[in-house]
C-alpha cells in the first residue's frame, strides 16, 4: 500500500507468463545452458545472490558464473548486444536527452558496454564476473580491453547518469518532462551534477552522452568483419 520498491515484469521468465514464477535450480542452469539467448546472458551478468543457505547460495554463483563465463564467439557476442540495442531504440526511442536510461549513449548504452565485455572476454578473465558496469570498466582497462581515457569517460558518464536518474525517479512518476517540472526540481537536478543551472546540465548531459554513443561503436564494433564479408 505504500507503493512500488521494485517494479517487476514476470513476463521476461523463460517462458514467458506460460512459466512458473520461481524455477527450480536443475531447470534454471538447464535452460541457461542450453535454451537462453544471448540477451538473457546478458541480463544474467547482473545476477546476484540476495539470501539463502550458505552452500546452495555458492552452488547458485558457481553456476552464473559458468554460464557467464562460457567461452564465446566476441564478434557474435559484440553483433547480438548491437542488434538488441538497436530493437529497444526502435521501441521504446533513443532521441530524449532527459531519458537517461534509453538516450542514445545514456545508461541502456553503458550497460550493454559493460554486459558485452564481460560476456566476450569472461572465459579468459573471469575476474570480469559478478561486476557491476563500473567495476567492469576498471577491470577491463586492467585487463587491455579498454583505454584509460575511455574507461575514466564510461565511469564517470555512469555516476552522472545514475546520480540523475534516481532523482528524476524520487521527484517525477512517470516519465520526464523537463516543460512540465517544476524550475525547483530542474535545479536540483543541476546541483546533483554540480552545475549552476539546468541550461548547463542540458548541454553537459548531450556532450557526455555523444562521448560514450562514440565509445559504445568503438568497443562494440570492434571485432564485427567490414561490410560485405
Not at 545452458?33 to 540476495?50: F, K, N, P, Q
Request: include cysteine; hydrophobic fraction near 40%; glycine fraction near 8%.
Amino acid at each position: 500500500r505504500r507503493g512500488r520498491l521494485y517494479e517487476v515484469d514476470l513476463r521476461l521468465r523463460p517462458q514467458g507468463g506460460k512459466g512458473p514464477v520461481a524455477s527450480q535450480f536443475r531447470g534454471f542452469v538447464s535452460y541457461q545452458g542450453s535454451e537462453a539467448d544471448l540477451w538473457e546472458h546478458m541480463a544474467l551478468t547482473r545476477a546476484r545472490v540476495m539470501a539463502g543457505d550458505e552452500p546452495f547460495c555458492q552452488e547458485v554463483e558457481e553456476a552464473v558464473a559458468r554460464i557467464v563465463g562460457a567461452e564465446r564467439d566476441r564478434s557474435y557476442v559484440f553483433s547480438e548486444v548491437r542488434s538488441m540495442r538497436e530493437l529497444i531504440a526502435q521501441e521504446k526511442g533513443d532521441g530524449d536527452p532527459w531519458d537517461l536510461k534509453l538516450v542514445r549513449g545514456g545508461l541502456t548504452d553503458l550497460d550493454f558496454i559493460a554486459q558485452g565485455l564481460v560476456l566476450a572476454h569472461a572465459s579468459t578473465h573471469s575476474s570480469l564476473i559478478g561486476l557491476a558496469s563500473e567495476a567492469v570498466f576498471a577491470e577491463a582497462r586492467r585487463a587491455g580491453f579498454l583505454s584509460e581515457d575511455d574507461t575514466h569517460a564510461l565511469i564517470e558518464a555512469h555516476k552522472l547518469f545514475n546520480a540523475i536518474f534516481q532523482w528524476q525517479r524520487l521527484t517525477i512518476e512517470g516519465s520526464f518532462d523537463p516543460s512540465a517540472v517544476s524550475p525547483a526540481i530542474l535545479k536540483r537536478l543541476a546541483t546533483v551534477a554540480g552545475l549552476p543551472n539546468p541550461k548547463v546540465l542540458l548541454h553537459h548531459l548531450k556532450e557526455t552522452q555523444a562521448q560514450v554513443a562514440g565509445i559504445y561503436g568503438k568497443v562494440l564494433e570492434a571485432l564485427l568483419p567490414p561490410p560485405g564479408e
